[in-house]
């Protein structure tokens, strides 16, 4: 026999009332902690930013450039993601990685599962001729160990330490916990732009601009709304993000070439 919620006695009712919004809570937490990758559309001095949010002790984050049975460079996000369908593996997340030459080849570091394909990249350019020469450029790195970290390109080698997969680009957007100050507030240069911190050794933190926006709005975003000491910009204009069930944020897609080098999370290999 059923009793109406309104037949419940009066103490017992209350009791209810109490542990009902506890109960929603536990539900709405374990919901969270289910999700592999975390996203959430931001807005940030009025301005909408994609921040994707990723933990390292529960996911994998690697990078790819070239498949590795045609040596071909994947060039986009979509030819990478079917890659891993043909290899039983769903992608949960992937944004392009840093700046690359007119050959189509990272600029600067770049090592794939331990290898490095590119060696560090020192040389001081014209900071006219791009924004990997607007010093200082970093390094994003995760260590065999599996944690990550945003050093600043000296910083990295002065260190010496060997990583698994590491992308070097630029500009340093934040440093040691302060703005890079090569940056202007009212600067009229507005492009998509994307970066990445290590909030922690193994929270890694992406963002990309749903509309142009100047350095110094994007520094400020990871600085003061992510909360990162050290945030390295990947690259502008052609930057785009995918989240599994989402879809693609950032760039539209005319704007994007092809990627030389692409950051992703996947799932492991379903039997």
Known sequence: MSIAPGHLPLRLRRSLRRLLPLAFALAAGCDHQAQPVMSKEEIFEKQN????????????LSLHWKDPES?????????????????????????????YDRQFAPLGLYVEDGKTAVPLNMAHGNPAS????LLPNGVFAIYPDGHAAVQTSAAFKAAGKPVQW??????????????NDQFIDDSNSLKWRSGVC???PHHVVFA???APVNFHTFA???????????ALYLDGTISQF??????????PTFMVKPYAGIFAVFTQPTP
Request: hydrophobic fraction near 35%; proline fraction near 2%.
């Open 49 to 60: 930013f994609r921040v994707v949010s990723i933990d390292l002790k529960r996911e994998t």
């Open 71 to 99: 040596g071909e460079p994947y060039g986009t996000i979509n030819a990478l993601r079917q890659w891993g369908m043909s290899h039983n593996r769903r992608m949960l997340f992937a944004a392009n990685a840093g700046i």
């Open 130 to 133: 791009g924004n990997f020469s």
């Open 166 to 179: 590491a992308s070097q680009s630029g500009p340093m957007l934040v440093i040691d916990g302060k703005l």
């Open 198 to 200: 290590a909030k922690t």
């Open 208 to 210: 990309v601009s749903e």
């Open 220 to 230: 400020r975003l990871f600085k003061e709304d992510i909360g990162c000491r050290d």
């Open 242 to 251: 995918y989240v599994d069930g989402e879809g693609y944020a950032g760039a």
